[in-house]
Each structure stands twice: as C-alpha cells, then as structure tokens.
C-alpha cells in the first residue's frame, strides 16, 4: 500500500519494510497540531508501526443505576408519562391526546404506592411487626429497579511495541518515534501577546511557572493496515483521539543494552489513547 503523505509531515515506519510485507498487518498514527483539526489540515506526524493483538479490542458501555422502593415508583409513573407522549409524536395526534398521556397515570394509585411503600419499610426495620403480619419468615418486597443513566465512558486502547533495532540507523528511527508520540502528547507555552515560547526560542521568563498559558496537545486519527498493498481497516473503527500517555522501557530485556555511541538496542514502547467520542448507535452502525 502505498501512503499518501501531506507536506510538511514527518514520516516514520518501523521496522523500515513493514508495510511491504506479504502477511504484515501495521497500525498507523497520524498527529494534528489542533484539538479540531480536519483530515485535510496539515498533519504533523505519519507514524507506522506492527498491529499488536492487545490492540483490536471493541467496548460498549451502559451506566445503569440502581434503585428502590419510591424511586421505582416514580420511575414507572414516567415511563407511563413518556410512553403516552411518545405515541402522540409518532401518531401526530392533537393536544388532547397528550393531556390523555397524563390523565391515565393514576397518581392516586401512585399516592397509594408511596404510604404501602413507606409502611413497608417501617415494617422492614421491625421485627415485632413482622411477626405480627405473617411471622419471621416475612420478606418485605424492596421494588429494585434499574435507571439508565447513559453511556458509558470513552473507549481507550492501549498499545504495545517492542522494538529491537537491528542498526543504528533503525535505532534512530525508534527514537525519532518515541520523540514524535512524546511531543505531540505534552503541550507546549504560549503568550497570546509576546507570541508562543519553544524550547529553542522566547522568553526564557515566560516558561514554567511564569507561563500563563498552554497550547493544547495534538489529536491522533489511528488506522490499521493489512499486507503489501491491502486495504485499510479492522472490524470496528477509532474515533479521533487523544493521548494520554507515552511509556519508553530502554531496558525491555531486564537489563539495558546499547550501540556504543549510547543508541538504544532494545526498546518497549506503550501509548494510550483515549477516542474523543461518546460512541452511539449511530457510529457503531458506521463501523466504530
């Protein structure tokens, strides 16, 4: 497959052959500067590196919390409220089908409800009133009820690299790659009137704790890759993300190993992601 890259974009594969393979499979990183930026902006880095299975892993969430006794009866006195309504949308029906919606729920019924479960649990608490009504073997109903209360939260991924580099040359690009992933995780200073401070340039007193202001870390869109020339994709894919983290292990074999100009041999590299998005139904019917 051959990649098709944006001027100005920093591209940076390892190992050096692996979207030439016949049976590679590769994940790819793209950064952008911005929080919102586009496809189309300008990217920053085009980083290429082997799928690990730890990788193509799918959640879906639902936040659900329980409750009981008067919160399930109001629960259901709602549900009858919103279901009378939502047959007025979908019939468009008049104004007098939805007061009808209110006027079925019998809020007598309700009133009634709420003194039996308050008697309840007076009952619950007591011994000698249970006895009194059936004896000990008398189990007070506790009307448990589930509330949804959304979905739950961002999906994160979480991805594993080791990396031995077979020369100097790749051992310099594995760096280039943790440098790259490091840089566009961290924010940077920013003067909105003395104009952004670098690590190379700027006010030297405008860094630090003298910095007011940050300049937002970049999004990555993440996309995997299969064999010489095959197609993008997976079963499910990822929303634009952020990055939350960047692990370098320089000493993945337990113990450190070097080239002698103090390069790196042997490396294990972590990132974490964690996608932008809620993911909804809609986007799990358009693949995510």
């Known amino acids: 497959m051959t990649t098709v890259t944006k001027p100005g974009t920093e591209n940076l594969t390892y190992p050096d052959n692996l979207q030439n393979g016949d049976e590679s499979h590769w994940v790819m990183f ?9 496809k189309t902006s300008n990217s920053e880095y085009n980083i290429v590196l082997p799928m690990g299975a ?21 629960t259901e006195a709602s549900n009858k409220v919103a279901t009378g309504i939502n047959e007025y949308f979908k019939s468009g029906g008049t104004y007098a089908d939805i007061i009808g919606a209110f006027k079925e729920v019998n809020y007598g019924d ?17 011994d000698l009133l249970k006895r009194g009504l059936g004896g000990t073997n008398l189990a007070i109903n506790p009307k448990m009820s589930l509330l949804y209360q959304g979905p739950g939260k961002f999906r994160k991924f979480v991805f594993e690299f080791p990396m031995i580099a077979k020369n100097k040359t790749e051992s310099e690009t594995i760096q280039a790659i943790i440098t790259a992933f490091r840089a566009s995780t961290l924010p940077g200073y920013a003067d909105p009137i003395m104009g952004e401070a670098t690590a190379t340039g700027g006010d030297v007193r405008k860094k630090g704790a003298g910095s007011n202001f940050y300049t937002f870390p970049s999004t990555w869109d993440i996309e995997f890759g299969h064999a010489k020339g095959g197609a993008k994709g997976t079963p499910f894919k990822i929303a634009r993300s952020v990055c939350n983290s960047v692990i370098a292990n320089y000493a993945a074999a337990g113990v450190p190993f070097f080239f002698q100009d103090g390069k790196p041999y042997e490396i294990k590299l972590t990132v974490s992601f964690t996608e932008t998005l809620i993911i909804t139904k809609e986007l799990v019917k358009q693949g995510y």
């Open 30 to 38: 793209v950064s952008y500067p911005q929080l919102f930026a586009e």
């Open 54 to 74: 730890q990788a193509l892993i799918s959640t879906s969430e639902a936040v659900y919390a329980e409750q009981e006794g008067l919160g399930t009866i109001l």
């Open 110 to 126: 309700m009133a009634t409800a709420a003194v039996e479960h308050t008697a309840m649990s007076t009952i619950k608490k007591s």
